[in-house]
């Protein structure tokens, strides 16, 4: 038992409910921590800076958060935008804060212990706002790749529930209020509100699957957000078998598929190109080291050319006749490139009126997605015009 927080942390919390045998599978294998978390390990500890700055000057001056942020700039994986995302996400967390007719109490970086729940789970909350009758619990997430929503958000609730415990002597929660801040994916919060009492529901499922994921029991149980970034996703046989399945299914043979059966198909079929994929860099990644993958095996790909010296071998090309005007290509930086270069708020106050927004490419999404649905049917009042007239 003296492993549990190892085996079921909050942030995999959405993998060990759907799948409570995750837990034990994957901890039998590497955790293979990648630069991308190293990355926003750096971009968190901005956020705390920035947060404590705002909230707290005394303790964190100006020039204190300055000299900490040049200290983080020294860290290989640093990135200029680091400074933009955290700004927004101070934003985000100000805008609230402002918000209130009272300064709310704000914890920043705060441990969080919900081992009433989950036994010994504990994590540590970005941040916690109290007010008025509402916890509010703001996490930052720097990933680009998959938007992470607030709703029904194990992780923030598993927080939420920590929090709760420890302060709801101090302070008044009926409302629980969770947000997300995702600015590489996205500049709108992602956020929802429950009920304390949806809340310690919630806490009542979580303890349960925790049971079963800690005894090592219950149903694997693939799924396309649960399998995605588990370690086992390459091996697991539960997912293979059903991927496998899927990918063969020959029980339905219509001539043509329903719209039904297409959202059914599409719905299913989600997870077999990416489960494919995941195995296909694993068996890369064993025969790399020698093991045998039967049929197949790694070969080098194919190489591409690059200029030992590329000044050297401009000037051989100008004095034998090539115009230099010919090897160059003057091209101007994407909107995106420019705005980055010279900030969001300077950028919108010069040329924000010389940006239009273009319609994107339309794209098929799950119907939970929350845009609007378009279609390319011509409704009789543009086909016609205005009829009375
Ligand atoms: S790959 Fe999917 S089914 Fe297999 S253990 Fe992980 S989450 Fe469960």
């Not at 991927?243 to 059914?264: S, W």
């Amino acid at each position: 038992m003296s492993r549990a927080h190892a085996l079921l942390s909050a942030s995999s919390a959405h993998r060990w409910m759907a799948c409570p045998p995750s837990a034990k599978l994957e901890a039998k294998l590497p955790d293979t921590t990648s630069e991308a978390a190293a990355e926003g390990t750096l971009a968190h500890k901005v956020c705390e800076l920035k947060l404590q700055n705002y909230f707290d000057t005394t303790n964190m001056s100006k020039r204190k958060m300055n000299a900490r942020i040049k200290k983080l700039k020294e860290d290989p994986l640093w990135q200029e935008e680091i400074i933009g995302h955290a700004d927004t996400y101070l934003d985000c967390i100000k805008g609230l804060a402002i918000s209130f007719d009272s300064a709310p109490s704000v914890l920043i970086e705060e441990k969080v212990d919900f081992s009433k729940w989950v036994h010994g789970g504990f994590g540590t909350a970005d941040c916690l706002m109290f007010h008025g009758d509402t916890l509010h619990v703001i996490d930052f997430k720097y990933g680009k790749g998959v938007p992470v929503s607030a709703e029904k958000n194990p992780q923030l609730m598993l927080y939420a529930l920590g929090a709760a415990q420890e302060y709801s002597m101090i302070y008044s929660m009926d409302r629980i209020h969770l947000v997300i801040v995702q600015p590489r994916i996205s500049a709108e919060v992602s956020e929802w509100t429950i009920t304390l009492d949806e809340l310690l529901q919630f806490g009542e499922t979580a303890r349960e699957k925790a049971m079963l994921a800690l005894s090592g029991s219950g149903e694997f149980n693939p799924g396309e957000a649960q399998c995605r970034f588990c370690r086992a996703r390459a091996t697991c046989r539960a997912r293979a078998d059903k991927n496998v399945k899927l990918a063969f299914a020959t029980e339905k043979k219509p001539d043509q598929l329903t719209p039904e059966e297409i959202g059914e198909y599409l719905q299913q079929g989600e997870d077999v190109a990416r489960w494919l994929s995941d195995l296909k860099e694993y068996a890369l990644k064993e025969s790399l080291l020698g093991h045998e993958i039967t049929g197949y095996k790694a070969v080098e790909g194919r190489g591409s050319r690059a200029w030992t010296d590329m000044d050297k071998a401009f000037d051989i090309l100008i004095e034998s006749g090539t115009p230099e005007e010919m090897l160059y290509e003057r091209k101007p930086l994407t909107l995106a490139q420019v705005e980055k270069l010279v900030g969001k708020k300077d950028f919108a106050a010069a040329v924000g009126d010389l940006v239009e927004k273009k319609p994107g490419k339309p794209t098929l999404v799950p119907k939970s997605d929350k845009r609007e649905a378009i279609t390319n049917i011509v409704s009789a009042e543009e086909a016609f015009g205005d009829t009375e007239n």
